[in-house]
């Protein structure tokens, strides 16, 4: 993964770097995506990988950060020898999230995931989403000048033939890798309108290779 701040020079809305002050860039009109490009610790590594394959329970919480999200996570950290690791990981990038969003809770979901549920690329109807895949191919995405917007939807089309209206050119197709925090703008974040992150799951060719997933997102005043 290319790691310099820009990947375009002029039109770019993506940052990516190998410290997690990228987080910073979110709240700029001209950043729709920020990625901290980490590798996680090989013993969590290996560790998450036998939780995607060996299944786990999945999580699925809203709560506050602080005690409530602490005692919401109570379970996972039962879960071995990386389930303290995973709750100070997800309690460190739930503040993440929070201090972009200026949200008060979060929902936090983590799951094991054997399929392309969002197998067509898209622009999420929310404000900002965090995601990281602990084990597994991360989702992808294509940069500003890579997209054509305007072929956004199925309108029934294949998943295949709208993938291709929308980035024609795979090559310029972007992963996110293990372990690196993706935080990245939707639909309704206030003033993005026609913007936000272009994205779609991680192809999947059947069930035999799992992911563990974490999702985090802002829990709207109005829902």
């Given at each position: 993964m290319d790691l310099s701040p820009h990947l375009a020079p002029r039109l770019t809305r993506a940052f990516l770097d190998?410290?997690?002050?990228?987080?910073?860039?979110?709240?700029?009109?001209?950043?729709?995506?920020?990625?901290?490009?980490?590798?996680?610790?090989?013993?969590?590594?290996?560790a998450c990988g036998a939780l995607a394959t060996g299944g786990l329970n999945a999580l699925d919480v809203t709560a506050a950060p602080g005690p409530a999200l602490q005692a919401a996570l109570a379970p996972l950290a039962g879960v071995g020898a990386v389930g303290p690791w995973l709750c100070a990981d997800i309690e460190a990038r739930v503040r993440d999230l929070a201090d972009a969003a200026d949200c008060g809770?979060?929902?936090?979901?983590?799951?094991?995931?054997?399929?392309?549920?969002?197998?067509?690329?898209?622009?999420?109807?929310?404000?900002?989403?965090?995601?990281?895949?602990?084990?597994?191919?991360?989702?992808?995405?294509?940069?500003?000048?890579?997209?054509?917007?305007?072929?956004?939807?199925?309108?029934?089309?294949?998943?295949?033939?709208t993938n291709a209206a929308i980035v024609p050119e795979p090559g310029q197709i972007r992963t996110v890798s293990a372990g690196a925090v993706a935080?990245?703008?939707?639909?309704?974040?206030?003033?993005?309108?026609?913007?936000?992150?272009?994205?779609?799951?991680?192809?999947s060719c059947c069930g035999e290779h799992p992911r563990l997933r974490l999702v985090i997102d802002p829990v709207e005043l109005d829902s």
């Open positions: 190998v410290r997690p002050e990228v987080f910073r860039r979110i709240r700029s009109d001209g950043c729709d995506l920020a990625v901290w490009s980490r590798d996680l610790p090989e013993w969590v590594a290996a809770r979060v929902r936090v979901r983590l799951a094991v995931v054997r399929d392309a549920a969002c197998a067509a690329f898209h622009v999420d109807t929310l404000r900002v989403r965090l995601l990281c895949t602990y084990h597994g191919e991360g989702m992808e995405w294509a940069d500003e000048p890579d997209v054509n917007r305007s072929e956004l939807g199925l309108r029934g089309r294949s998943i295949g033939e935080l990245f703008k939707g639909l309704l974040w206030p003033g993005n309108e026609g913007c936000g992150l272009v994205h779609r799951s991680a192809p």
